[in-house]
């Protein structure tokens, strides 16, 4: 297995983790944050979690461009399209759903926006998913 495959699975893992975490702990808390700490609390949040997931994708995106560019001898092809594309689906989701709505949520707590970022990170967890069963798969093969 090369060095490139296997910090490419540790940040798949690595943000997938993340993923499952914030998921199962972190958002259903939100929901019990009293108003009067809300906006507060929220900001801490958006820092904190921006410090963890932004090297994870920024790792993610360089290891992918480097495997789609510099295939490693026997790892297939479909195994790096299928992560770049879940990749591409987290980082789209977070963009064009999750972030506008952390954005709402930022100027005060909103129920309807709480249950759309619920749906965007659905989908976030799904591909995360996927793009930790790909890496797997390339360094298996």
Avoid: K, N
Wanted: glycine share 10%; proline share 4%; aromatic share 8%.
């Amino acid at each position: 297995m090369s060095a490139l495959l296997a910090a490419h699975l540790a940040l798949a893992a690595g943000y997938g983790g993340v993923q499952w975490t914030v998921r199962a702990l972190v958002y259903p808390q939100f929901a019990a944050v009293p108003a009067a700490a809300w906006t507060r609390f929220h900001r801490g949040h958006s820092r904190r979690i921006a410090r963890v997931v932004g090297p994870l994708f920024a790792g993610q995106l360089a290891t992918t461009a480097a495997l789609l560019v510099q295939r490693p001898a026997g790892t297939p092809e479909a195994a790096l399209v299928l992560g770049a594309g879940c990749l591409a689906v987290v980082l789209g989701v977070t963009a064009l759903g999750a972030v506008p709505q952390h954005r709402r949520l930022g100027d005060g707590w909103a129920e309807a926006s709480y249950r759309r970022l619920l749906r965007a990170d659905t989908v976030r967890l799904v591909a995360a998913a996927g793009s930790v069963a790909a890496a797997a798969w390339a360094v298996l093969s």
